[in-house]
């Protein structure tokens, strides 16, 4: 689950699970885009992003594979020089590509690149076997067509451009998915209680739906949060501990108000012998979990949860268990989600 485009584990901290009123709201929205929303995505494409279509005609399109071939013999050969997009709506595009060939005068193939696609060819990509987006989560389609690119642009390494579509899709009439609230300054280190609360509060929506939608067997069990802000980026001098740990605290409570069993795991060493110790970011924060205030004492708000509901603990043989009674008659309950502060990963 990650903070800036991208999957899912391709789920974004920009999106939540709906409200009644919202899920009223979308059952109204419109199923396709309007006549002037592809027109502007048209012309916004074309004029901005041509190196991100044609990229898409050689990775998704029949175009990349007889590329591959014809230049396997002798390189440079067969060559897509351009890219148009000449239509668009909620399942693919469609491409004028120009292609030159040795010899032999520029063509010009059309092509339909879906919405969904996966590549034709093998790709250098840490993201070529992204999971396209659910079709069943009921979002307004501009914002359903600008994720679905998003994919598309994070499996040929453009990730530069997701940003530049979630504007497009603002620009068009989406729901904004995405959109930078005007008070929220980063500038000021450390930052204060919104704008914390603002990501902590996304990341843990984010994670509740990646769970739900694993649970229905959507998504992989193995998930990946990443939240860049200046207090949580390791190689900046404003990281703060505290903040990730004030957002592990979010997720998890949020994670156990819907009965879910938690377990908080800080990685442990991954040395043998003398080379056994944690990185620096990580010293000293299973003691620093533990005693942070979880409002779970008598009388308060989240009473009984911490050593119920939520533990914590390490991934390994002894922690990872099915539910069974111990010796002594105690009752070990099954963790259902495991959470691994692992910052500088």
Excluded at 119 to 126: E, F, K, L, M
């Amino acid at each position: 689950v990650v903070h800036q485009q991208q999957p899912g584990s391709t789920y974004t901290c920009n999106h939540r699970r709906a409200t009644k009123a919202e899920d009223d709201t979308t059952s109204t929205a419109p199923i396709e885009l309007t006549e002037d929303q592809r027109y502007f995505a048209l012309g916004y494409l074309n004029k901005h992003e041509g190196d991100v279509l044609l990229a898409f005609a050689e990775t998704f399109s029949e175009l990349g594979s007889i590329k591959l071939k014809k230049n396997g013999w002798s390189g440079g050969s067969y060559k897509l020089e351009e890219a148009k997009i000449v239509a668009i709506d909620s399942q693919k595009l469609d491409l004028e590509v120009t292609v030159q060939e040795r010899s032999k005068p520029a063509a010009v193939e059309a092509v339909s690149v879906n919405l969904d696609a996966t590549p034709v060819i093998s790709i250098r990509s840490p993201h070529a076997d992204m999971k396209p987006v659910p079709r069943d989560l009921g979002m307004h389609p501009v914002d359903d067509m600008v994720r679905r690119l998003n994919r598309l642009c994070w499996i040929v390494n453009k990730p530069k451009t997701t940003g530049r579509l979630i504007q497009m899709g603002i620009q068009i009439g989406g729901s904004g998915m995405g959109k930078i609230k005007d008070n929220l300054y980063l500038n000021q280190v450390p930052h204060n209680r919104f704008v914390r609360q603002y990501f902590y509060g996304m990341a843990a929506d984010a994670t509740m739906e990646a769970v739900m939608l694993c649970s229905q067997g959507k998504l992989s069990n193995r998930m990946k949060l990443i939240s860049m802000f200046p207090e949580m980026n390791p190689s900046m001098d404003s990281y703060r501990i505290g903040t990730i740990l004030e957002m592990v605290r979010s997720i998890a409570i949020r994670l156990c108000e819907q009965n879910l069993r938690v377990r908080v795991c800080v990685q442990g060493s991954m040395g043998v012998g003398i080379f056994t110790g944690v990185p620096k970011q990580l010293n000293g924060v299973s003691k620093l979990l533990q005693m942070m205030d979880w409002q779970s004492e008598e009388g308060e708000e989240n009473e009984g949860m911490v050593g119920n509901y939520l533990n914590f603990g390490l991934v390994g043989k002894e922690h990872v268990v099915n539910a069974h009674t111990m010796e002594d008659g105690q009752k070990v309950e099954q963790d259902d989600v495991f959470i691994i502060i692992a910052p500088q990963s």
